[in-house]
């Protein structure tokens, strides 16, 4: 079973910044790619960022340019770090780390994203 732990969620002023960190812990198996989604009550979660093992990244239309996603293999860790936030970027963050070998999607608890304008 794999264990995510996320940090550095808050409150934030617009046009600020903050990042996020997610270290996964269990599992004896190589994770692949690893994300973060983003869900508001009452809508669907969507993704923010991934990033492969190899460092392949994918981003959101409505973030490139101001959110950046990287990782630490080693630590089996995933960041996101977030400048020139806006409200609309408030929301519940989530981790997400693919195992492969497993052929499973394991997610963080949240952590929440408060931008105020």
């Known amino acids: 079973q794999v264990q995510l732990v996320e940090s550095g969620g808050g409150l934030v002023q617009a046009g600020g910044s903050l990042r996020l960190s997610c270290a996964a812990s269990?599992?004896?198996?190589?994770?692949?790619?690893m994300g973060w989604y983003r869900q508001a009550r009452g809508k669907l979660r969507e993704l923010v960022a991934s990033i492969t093992r190899g460092g392949t990244t994918n981003y959101a239309d409505s973030v490139k340019g101001r959110f950046t996603i990287s990782r630490d293999n080693a630590k089996n860790t995933v960041y996101l770090q977030m400048n020139s936030l806006k409200p609309e970027d408030t929301d519940v963050y989530y981790c997400n780390v693919y195992v492969q070998r497993l052929g499973m999607d394991y997610w963080g608890q949240g952590t929440q994203v408060t931008v105020s304008s």
């Open positions: 269990g599992t004896i198996f190589t994770i692949s790619s």
